[in-house]
């Protein structure tokens, strides 16, 4: 099947139940992600600041670029200018960043706050305490250039279906939880982005409304290598 199939495929499930789909794009060519973009994908994911902004350069002006991998402060001056959405903030030094750099381009940018789920040191993301305390601290209170847009998580690289719905199911009752206390007001919380190409139909099952979707769209990913890669 192409790559254009894969998409059509994908959007004729997700768009009728309200998920939103992230094509990962992430050492894909330019030329993949322009059939992608000529089947009706727009919202395209990275991992790699550099990877991005080079694609960012050379592609359709109208993509909606998501930052996905895990982002480094000195980085993110790179990507402020043109990045439609963060989804992968796991501190409050990160997010002042982007607050700071957002705020000298006159942006506001939509961000996922990363909670670690996965019982992996190797992942990143808030513990509950750690968001909770940063949800409430001033200063995120006095943030103007970063929006909240809701919760992402990556659940354990395990093919225990068991263990990968019990950690989809925490997240969720902590978005839920999250929506209440600090965001009961803001109908802009609401975005659940969880589920990758292992485990997406479980991720929707217990509530997911964004997948990040690479290997389901694109096929196997191919290596390559980028300097001063994050």
Known sequence: MSIATHIESL???????GVS????????SNDEIREAYAAGQRVFGENM???MVEKYEALPKDIEWHLIGHL???KVKYIVPFVSMIQ???SLKVLNEINKHASKHNRVIDCLLQIHIADE???????????????????YQHMQHVRIRGLMGIATNTENEKVIKEEFYELKMLFDGIKVSFFRKDDAFDTLS?????DYSLAIEKGANMVRLGSTI?????IKHYKNND
Do not use: C, Y
């Open 21 to 28: 789909l992230v094509a990962v794009s992430k050492t894909k």
């Open 11 to 17: 959007k004729i499930d997700l768009e009728p139940i």
């Open 194 to 198: 969880m589920g990758m190409s292992s």
């Open 218 to 222: 694109f096929g196997k990913r191919v």
């Open 121 to 139: 040191e190797t992942k990143f993301g808030f513990d509950h305490a750690e968001l909770i305390e940063m949800l409430r601290s001033e200063d």
């Open 88 to 90: 992968s903030v796991d």
């Open 49 to 51: 600041v550099q990877e």
């Open 72 to 74: 480094q402060t000195n």
